[in-house]
């Protein structure tokens, strides 16, 4: 099996990134150690603006013009999904519990949210007030989920999160299927489009990475 091409890489504005999204000439990058999202010039790569989180920012979408993001409140870890603006910060009133007040990574095909459940080990669509719409098990761990054209892609692994692959996942059926295409680097979490290549990060090596396949 073919392997990424990576294409740029760098290094994550705190400790441990997880979250990525690019909109409007900004990449945007969670860190867990920090409990925060940075706003990074896409093309310098500099950081513009550092937005304090109600906890740690794990999951990150684009939806309409804000993004949505799953953050890990308190000692419970319990999960929520916060409103961010662009140029304003998170909106503290958006607040929503997640089901089960569970989830980690979350991707959107521009008109709806879906949220990865690592431990349930199932995707799930959410409606506009965070319910569950539908749900579909997973027969690999995935550790990062994001659309293109229309697909949803993942990064799949082992239980480990070990021999991790990129691989598309067909929502079609009552369960999804992963159909791997290129090995990746063990240490990706995280997966979003900029329009022109995929990123990640290497998360426990503090290195954002965009590549193609």
């Given amino acids: 099996m073919q392997s990424i091409h990576e294409t740029r890489s760098e290094a994550s504005p705190a400790g441990r990134p997880q979250g990525l999204a690019s909109i409007g000439g900004s990449f945007y990058v969670g860190s867990l150690d920090a409990a925060a ?36 409140v308190g000692a419970d870890d319990d999960r929520y999904l916060y409103t961010f603006v662009p140029g304003k910060g998170f909106d503290e009133e ?12 979350l991707a959107s095909n521009g008109s709806q ?19 569950a719409e539908r ?29 991790m692959h990129v691989a598309r996942i067909d929502l079609s059926g009552t369960q999804a299927v992963v159909t791997d295409i290129a090995s990746i680097s063990d240490a990706a ?23 193609t396949t």
Avoid: C, M
């Fill in 113 to 131: 949210l879906y949220l990865l459940q690592i431990g349930k080990r199932q995707i799930v669509a959410l409606n506009p007030g965070g319910t």
């Fill in 37 to 72: 999202l940075y706003e990074i010039d896409a093309a310098t790569w500099q950081v513009r603006r550092q937005y304090p989180a109600a906890g740690k920012p794990y999951g990150v979408a684009i939806l309409g013009d804000a993004l949505r993001v799953v953050v890990s």
């Fill in 189 to 211: 979490r995280s997966l979003t489009q900029d329009g022109h290549a995929w990123w990640t990060a290497y998360r426990d090596e503090n290195q954002i990475v965009s590549f």
């Fill in 135 to 163: 749900s579909w098990p997973l027969s690999q761990r995935i550790a990062g989920i994001g659309f293109l054209n229309g697909t949803l892609y993942g990064l799949a692994g082992d239980e480990e999160f070990e021999h």
């Fill in 94 to 105: 958006s607040k929503l519990a997640l089901p089960d007040l569970s989830g980690s990574h």
